[in-house]
């Protein structure tokens, strides 16, 4: 079993960081790697890191513009995000052991997602913890529900389940078992 990865997280001032502290000690020397400043980091990344930021910033500024600001900044969200993130199903055991080593180092609850990467050389790159990803049937677009869809794993189950194990958390029940489905390690 893995012992070490590199911690690599984005300093936008919009708590990225958070995510990534966490499971800075896997890291051989304890730290976080920023990808948008590190020592070495060529002159064009930086620049190019530099310039996304500040556009960024400019636009997040239309959100004081009175009536209208709200509006303005909506809709760049929103063309920004659409088609943005594709799902695909994957099967990986080490993969599914990375995920369930960092969900129980992040200390998740019930569900979470995980942003990761995979690069040309095989390697995994856990980008974002989100431990309230936005939840909703599949009709509402999200993320989540997506991805639910893609293991045939039924919506309503799922949120039956949370229900469930949070009534019987109330009541200081145990909470109800995993079941495996068809796509689980056996």
Wanted: contains cysteine; hydrophobic residues 40%; proline residues 5%.
């Amino acid at each position: 079993m893995w012992k070490r990865a590199s911690v690599v997280a984005v300093d936008m001032g919009y708590g990225h960081l958070r995510a990534a502290y966490p499971l800075r000690h896997l890291s051989p020397d304890g730290q976080i790697i920023l990808a948008n400043n590190y020592p070495g980091i060529p002159a064009a990344d930086l620049q190019l890191w530099n310039g996304s930021s500040k556009f960024y910033e400019y636009v997040s500024r239309l959100n004081n513009i009175p009536l209208i600001g709200t509006y303005l900044f909506a809709a760049f969200e929103d063309q920004w995000e659409k088609d943005t993130f594709h799902y695909q199903k994957y099967h990986d055991p080490l993969l599914r052991d990375y995920v369930k080593k960092a969900f129980e180092i992040t200390d998740m609850a019930d569900y979470a997602k995980f942003d990761i990467r995979l690069d040309s050389s095989g390697r995994y790159y856990f980008i974002d913890s989100n431990s309230n990803p936005a939840f909703g049937p599949k009709e509402l677009d999200c993320a989540l529900a997506n991805i639910l869809d893609l293991y045939d794993i039924n919506f309503t189950e799922i949120l039956k389940r949370l229900l469930l194990n949070t009534i019987r958390d109330s009541q200081g029940k145990e909470r109800l078992p995993l079941v495996k489905s068809k796509h689980s390690a056996a």
